[in-house]
């Protein structure tokens, strides 16, 4: 997701890419109270889409905020079994696909001491049975982003790594398939994560990673 926003507020200028008929029904929805949404729908390892995404953000004025949340779940299974020609699109939707658009919009967040911020996983850091390919592409984006913290410093661009936790999403009953995932959190319980993160300076918080559901998290200690 690439966005640009300046908070809640009406007039808030946003940019995202996902399925076509979901991003066409939120920007009506937000046109409606007052704010410019661009909905720019597409697969975010096609370089035509991230083009497309950094034009829209221009065209809106800038971007403070690119928030890369694509993800692809891939096989789940042993890596005794796994074939190795099977990595697919695993580490390009999740790994590959994030730095690219960053390069791309870097200079619109230098313009702006813009915020990179690279949604990961637990699964970066523990060792789940079956979920190894996963967990490799998680992890390395999450060095990735550290490095782009340390080099981007001196441009005014700073990056994060955002674990949102277990949520009821599509991609985690992909993960359990056939089971009852209820008991999940819906997403909107990231919502005071989000909103701390936001207000933050982007210097102050540059290549930290972040869990949004934990409870004795540093995001809930700093504020």
Partial sequence: MAKRWHGC?????IT?????????????????????????????????????LVGAA??????????????ELGSI?????????????VFPVNT????ALIQLAVPLLEERRGLIVNVTSDA???????????GASKAALELLTRTLAIELRE??????????????????????PGEDISDRPLPEVTAPFWHWLFDQKPDDISGERFAAQQEDARWLQRA
């Fill in 9 to 13: 507020s009406p007039g808030a200028a």
């Fill in 124 to 134: 970066a850091r523990m060792a789940y049975p079956g979920w190894g390919p996963y």
């Fill in 96 to 99: 590959g696909a994030p730095i």
């Fill in 58 to 71: 221009h065209a809106l004025g800038g971007l403070d905020l690119l928030v890369n949340n694509a993800s």
């Fill in 16 to 52: 995202w890419s996902l399925a076509r008929a979901p991003l066409q029904d939120v920007a009506d929805s937000l046109a409606s109270g007052g704010t410019t949404a661009v909905a720019v729908a597409g697969d975010i390892t096609d370089a035509t889409v991230r083009t497309q």
């Fill in 77 to 89: 299974g042993p890596l005794m079994d796994f074939e190795v020609q099977r990595f697919g699109r």
């Fill in 155 to 176: 441009r005014g661009v700073a990056a994060v790594m955002v674990d949102p936790g277990d949520m009821r999403t599509r991609m985690h009953q992909e993960a359990f």
